[in-house]
């Protein structure tokens, strides 16, 4: 068991691996266990607070018309666990954003964070780019993907080449608005 406190959040890994976040002020239901259920699997806590959760963190049915926030993390859910992106390739997948853009959408998620694989994103030589959240925050990055299998070198980079994502299906990326990576 361990835990790790950055700013406002607190990550507890529990004795039976499951994950804890605790943030100030408390969020009732905020909890990676929680996570599916957020996400579209039944949650028992049907309190306001847990219906003002799920609206802030539900995913637009329409991406097309989504604002660019939405469609980026759109994106960023669809890496699997293991993989990891670049803030480049999120940017160009969106169609029209900056990878710097994707980076202020990582910056601006917060009580999304449970829902969004944010960790997933990484810069361009597949080292880990630094975030406001405190000296820290860097670490708190490597441990989920470590913890997701993902390895680092010495020099703290990740083989883009064995653990980088290919992107979403072309069909979907066709069907909500998104552009296809060109190679």
Same mark, same amino acid.
């Not at 999120?90 to 969004?116: H, P, Q, Y």
């Given at each position: 068991?361990?835990?790790?406190?950055?700013?406002?959040?607190?990550?507890?890994?529990?004795?039976?691996?499951?994950?804890?976040?605790?943030?100030?002020?408390?969020?009732?239901?905020?909890?990676?266990?929680?996570?599916?259920?957020?996400?579209?699997?039944?949650?028992?806590?049907?309190?306001?607070?847990?219906?003002?959760?799920?609206?802030?963190?539900?995913?637009?049915?329409?991406?097309?018309?989504?604002?660019?926030?939405?469609?980026?993390?759109?994106?960023?859910?669809?890496? +699997?666990?293991?993989?990891?992106?670049?803030?480049?390739?999120?940017?160009?997948?969106?169609?029209?954003?900056?990878?710097?853009?994707? %980076? +202020?959408?990582?910056?601006?998620?917060?009580?999304?964070?449970?829902?969004?694989?944010?960790?997933?994103?990484?810069?361009?030589?597949?080292?880990?780019?630094?975030?406001?959240? %405190?000296?820290?925050?860097?670490?708190?990055?490597?441990?989920?993907?470590?913890?997701?299998?993902?390895?680092?070198?010495?020099?703290?980079?990740?083989?883009?080449?064995?653990?980088?994502?290919?992107?979403?299906?072309?069909?979907?990326?066709?069907?909500?608005?998104?552009?296809?990576?060109?190679?």
């Amino acid at each position: 068991a361990w835990h790790l406190t950055f700013g406002e959040c607190t990550i507890e890994r529990g004795e039976s691996g499951s994950y804890k976040t605790h943030m100030t002020p408390p969020i009732p239901i905020f909890s990676l266990e929680n996570y599916l259920g957020i996400m579209g699997q039944e949650v028992e806590d049907e309190s306001p607070s847990t219906q003002i959760l799920k609206d802030a963190v539900k995913e637009p049915s329409d991406l097309y018309n989504a604002n660019r926030h939405q469609r980026i993390y759109a994106l960023i859910r669809r890496i +699997a666990p293991g993989r990891v992106s670049t803030y480049g390739q999120i940017a160009a997948l969106e169609g029209t954003s900056t990878a710097r853009m994707v %980076g +202020a959408a990582l910056r601006d998620l917060g009580i999304r964070e449970g829902t969004v694989p944010w960790q997933r994103v990484v810069n361009s030589m597949g080292k880990i780019s630094a975030r406001g959240d %405190g000296p820290l925050a860097g670490e708190k990055q490597r441990i989920l993907l470590e913890e997701e299998g993902v390895e680092f070198s010495d020099a703290g980079k990740i083989d883009l080449r064995e653990y980088g994502w290919d992107g979403p299906d072309p069909g979907w990326l066709d069907e909500h608005g998104f552009h296809r990576l060109t190679r």
